[in-house]
């Protein structure tokens, strides 16, 4: 059967200079119906065929002439070929290169099964894309069986004269150009060649050294004639690059480019850091699997992709996007995957990153940017084939901190962190030294050497349902910063450093508890329900361990700390205690050390309960240093708290 298929304005054989251009597309049935769980769907699927065989005919030849193709690199090409196998990250998918003089008809056929065509289709009529015409705009003609078009070059449509659009022996057409496609700027590709279409400036028409370099000039041009999007997905397979892309397409970072750059699936090896400078780019790839950003310069970098404004953070860069790409290095020559620097109200999803010796994304001076998705994960890099000696294991996933050279003194401010992954990494997944106000929703640090560290410049970071277990560190989460919150987080354990303050700890799970240093101050832990609040004295020289294996959810707010006075009001200071025990006898003896020792035996009172039973039971302070619950069952858990001074 055939199937008719428009492709371009003129199905033509083109009576002009010859030139290579690609056709490509894949191997598909079309119209097959959809299934779920064994169930007929009113849905129909595109039905691709891997390993069909795609045989290309010149259009009109009489007898039926397969057409001569060439590779990218101009060599032959096999005709008919075989399409993109299933195992293939493209299943399906076929590409050739053909002169621009010729429309072409596509027959499919074959595949293996179950996927395969029943019998033959036929693509009638290919034609080259709309560029081939702006080729013949020299000759002015083109030629199909017994016509011709007659091309008038004009800058706006105008009507064709009767003598130019009849002749005595052939029907005769006349196609007036438009001034996109006839005329041609200083900024815009050679002639012959178009710049745009329906608004969309085609990368692939410009000219360049590489990719890199025509996106670079088609970005120019479209921001010269206030166009707004870039297409770039027509470059595929392996591309070498030494051209910096989307670096100082515009007058400075205070002017918003205001400009979409969309990549295909492609995999950019780049000898140069790919940099942006201005406010208003939106960098668009097909997914981490499908758009890679690999730096593969000889020389040390900072980073794969750097968006910056500059070393004075003069104006600051605004609402960028960088989503659905993989960013990495090779063995030890580039520092971060994506680094930000005076970067605000910006979005970053789906951002993949390994071999970097640093961070995965690193930011300083950025306020008010979101991240969705941020992944620096040995799973991703296992996938993608780079993990090993050949690519460095990261360091970090996340990094927050003052960026030395950046012209700030500033960290990170007012993020949103969705769903993060850090998984396998030599140093600490999530790395927080300079960062106020940073919520993290959900995601992963596993199996770092650190879960997360929040340095002395932190404050109010809260992590609501974040995971951190077996990384190599007895804790793997280290706080010591200001009123950092944990809200139903699951970790090995926490530990509040020396200069921690007010933290809260609410609901959760950790297997070796909540354990403060000498100089942790007044944190909150809520607990079987109930929060307690913790005044400690700094001037011991031990930290006592809040025993336990987990900790309950509990939406008491934040509250001033604990005061214990005695009946005359006389604050005494005063501390709390809190602990989960399992008994073997009818008693059990609480030690108390360090800080959570009392003043004596009479200046504090404790309360237990037993988990298995839920009741009561007695508790008996005998000294300053201990006290013993009755009544307890061998084998039950045993909740106990203590408070006084």
């Known amino acids: ?89 493209n299943p399906g998918y076929w590409i050739v290169y053909a002169p621009a003089v ?25 034609t080259l894309p709309l560029n081939t015409i702006a080729t013949a705009l020299a000759s002015g003609t083109y030629n199909y069986g017994s016509g011709s078009v007659i091309v008038n070059a004009n800058t706006a449509n105008t009507a064709t004269t009767a003598a130019t659009a009849t002749t005595a022996t052939t029907a005769t057409h006349a196609l007036n150009l438009p001034a996109d496609l006839a005329t041609q700027s200083a900024a815009s590709p050679a002639a012959g060649t178009f710049t745009s279409l329906n608004g969309t400036v085609q990368a692939d028409q410009f000219s360049g050294a590489d990719m890199c370099a025509k996106i670079k ?55 140069v850091v790919q940099t942006i400078t201005n406010s208003g780019v939106k960098l668009r790839g097909m997914g981490p699997m499908q758009t ?23 104006y600051g860069i605004s609402n960028d996007q960088v989503e659905d790409i993989f960013l990495y290095g090779g063995n030890g020559n580039v520092t971060d995957g994506l680094l930000l620097s005076c970067v605000h109200h910006s979005q970053f999803r789906n951002i993949w990153t390994w071999g970097v010796t640093g961070c995965g994304i690193h930011g300083g001076y950025t306020v008010t940017d979101s991240f969705y998705d941020p992944r620096t994960s040995k799973w991703d890099a296992i996938a993608l084939g780079i993990y090993g000696a050949s690519h460095t ?24 962190i969705v769903n993060p992954a850090a998984e396998y990494l030599s140093g600490t997944g999530w790395a927080l030294t300079s960062a106020i106000n940073l919520e993290f929703y959900g995601g992963t640090s596993e199996y770092n050497n650190m879960g997360t560290t929040l340095a002395s410049g932190t404050s109010g970071i809260s992590f609501w349902g974040s995971w951190f277990e077996g990384n190599s560190t007895s804790y793997d989460v280290l706080d010591n910063g200001t009123e950092n919150h944990y809200y139903n987080t699951v970790a090995g354990g926490i530990e509040l450093g020396a200069t921690s303050l007010a933290a809260v700890i609410d609901g959760g799970q950790f297997q070796t508890g909540v354990k403060y240093d000498v100089g942790s101050s007044r944190y909150r832990v809520c607990y079987a329900g109930a929060c307690t609040d913790y005044t400690h004295n700094v001037t011991q020289s031990n930290g006592y361990q809040v025993a336990g294996s987990q900790i309950s ?47 004596s035996a009479s200046t504090y009172s404790c309360w237990a309960v037993d988990d298995g039973t839920h009741l009561p039971l007695g508790v008996v302070t005998s000294s300053s240093t201990s006290a013993t619950i009755y009544g307890t069952t061998n084998g039950n858990g045993t909740t106990f708290g203590c408070s006084g001074y």
């Open 217 to 271: 000039a088609a970005a120019t041009y479209a921001i010269a004639n206030s166009l707004n999007q870039v297409d770039a997905t027509h470059f595929s397979g392996t591309q070498a690059c030494a051209t910096n892309m989307l670096g100082g397409i515009a007058a400075s970072s205070a002017t918003s480019a205001n400009l979409v750059v969309n990549l295909g699936t492609v995999h950019i090896q780049s000898t």
């Open 1 to 89: 059967m055939k199937k008719y298929i428009l492709f371009a304005i003129l199905a033509l054989s083109i009576s002009v200079i010859a030139q290579n251009v690609p056709i490509s597309g894949y191997c598909t049935r079309g119209g097959v119906g959809a299934t779920t769980q064994g169930m007929s769907s009113i849905n129909f699927l595109q039905g691709i065929i891997p390993s069909c065989t795609v045989a290309i005919y010149i259009s009109g030849s009489s007898p039926y002439t397969l057409a001569t193709l060439y590779t990218q690199s101009g060599g032959a090409q096999a005709n008919p070929f075989t399409a993109a196998n299933a195992a293939s990250s």
């Open 292 to 314: 890679r950003l690999e730096y593969t310069g000889s020389s040390g970098a900072v980073a794969v992709l750097s968006i910056n404004d500059n070393a004075t953070c003069t």
């Open 102 to 126: 010729q429309a072409y008809d596509i027959v499919l056929s074959g595949g293996i099964a179950p996927n395969t065509y029943p019998s033959p289709i036929t693509l009638e009529a290919y």
């Open 553 to 599: 959810s509990s939406n008491l707010s934040d509250g001033p700390f604990s005061r214990v006075m005695d009946v005359s009001g006389t604050n005494h200071g005063g501390h709390s205690v809190v602990g989960f025990v399992t008994p073997t006898s009818t008693t059990y003896t609480i030690t108390f050390s360090g800080s959570a020792v009392w003043t």
């Open 393 to 416: 294991q990261p360091a970090s996933g996340l990094c927050f901190a003052v960026i030395a050279g950046s012209g700030s003194t500033y960290g990170a401010t007012d993020h949103a």
